[in-house]
């Protein structure tokens, strides 16, 4: 697990070259997969929906 290398005693240099500080690989492509994952559907009556806000904005040359 990535996330453990900071608790784990690495020297800087090690912690440098491991992952914990630039991510996965994934997030240094050009572009991320266009993969889409089909999720069910949420009960109106679940406890543990919550009301949200999303923002967005979109920008172009």
Excluded: I, Y
Excluded at 12 to 25: H, I, R, T
Excluded at 35 to 53: F, I, N, S, Y
């Amino acid at each position: 697990n990535p996330a453990d290398s900071a608790s784990r005693g690495l020297s800087a240099v090690q912690l440098k070259e491991s992952n914990w500080l630039k991510g996965p690989n994934f997030l240094w492509q050009p572009s991320l997969p266009r993969e889409r994952q089909m999720v069910g559907e949420v009960e109106a009556t679940d406890p543990e929906l919550r009301k949200t806000h999303v923002h967005t904005v979109r920008t172009e040359e």
